[in-house]
């Protein structure tokens, strides 16, 4: 299947899940977001960095360079982008949680690598499949019941195993500590919002504001 323009192999770094809350109004009080970060100490540090771009700068390099398939309201026109990493939990309950909304929105789910060795050959499974959702459904199944994800493909193809590396060099480019990472213009407002984590559904919805 074609990569599509949306929105690698990292070395692998050790890993820790922690809590991240992004100051956004509208999320002051849903309780602490779930992510998984590149820290490697226990101190509580912000989910992006100060050089990070400015949100409304953030969705546009990302839509101009970042590659990763898409689901939902196809013909809606406002994408909204999640890098996320295919070893993290946390980016399986956010694709979870956001299939109620597939109705209203469009998600353009972009695979980057950095927790582990899996990362990227299963990123690259996962744009390579011939239904890239139905393959990331069972891959973030087996993910959150800890069996480590879809089995790693034989092969990769090149311009494949380089579109996850330009995924990854774009996610540290933004300056971004953790994913899943979302970058939205707010249907309402018109504002773009970004957030670091995962959310449940309602409090999803009401950052992307849809009814």
């Known amino acids: 299947m074609p990569v599509k323009n ?35 100490d226990g101190a509580a540090k912000p989910a992006e960095k100060s050089g990070a771009l400015a949100p409304a700068q953030a969705y546009d390099k990302i839509a101009a360079e970042g590659k990763g398939f898409t689901v939902g309201a196809l013909m809606a026109a406002n994408p909204v982008y999640v890098l996320f990493d295919p070893q993290c939990p946390h980016c399986g309950h956010l694709w979870q949680n956001s299939q109620a909304l597939l109705p209203k929105v469009k998600f353009v789910w972009i695979p980057v690598s950095f927790i582990n060795g899996k990362s990227a050959p299963q990123g690259a499974a996962i744009l390579s499949a011939s239904n890239p959702a139905e ?7 087996s993910i959150l019941a800890g069996t480590g994800g879809t089995p790693l493909p034989s092969t ?10 330009a995924n990854t060099e774009l996610f540290n480019k933004l300056a971004v500590e953790s994913v899943p990472y979302v970058v939205a213009k707010n249907i309402k407002t ?21 009814n």
């Open 6 to 40: 949306a929105t690698s192999s990292a070395s692998s770094l050790p890993q820790r899940h922690r809590l991240h809350l992004l100051a956004l109004p509208m999320l002051l009080g849903v309780g602490a977001l779930a992510a998984c970060g590149k820290q490697e």
């Open 135 to 141: 393959f990331m459904a069972a891959h973030e199944t």
């Open 156 to 165: 990769v193809a090149p311009e494949v195993e380089a579109t996850i590396k």
């Open 190 to 210: 018109g504002q773009v919002v970004t957030n670091a984590g995962a959310m449940e559904t309602a409090a999803l919805a009401e950052f992307l504001g849809v």
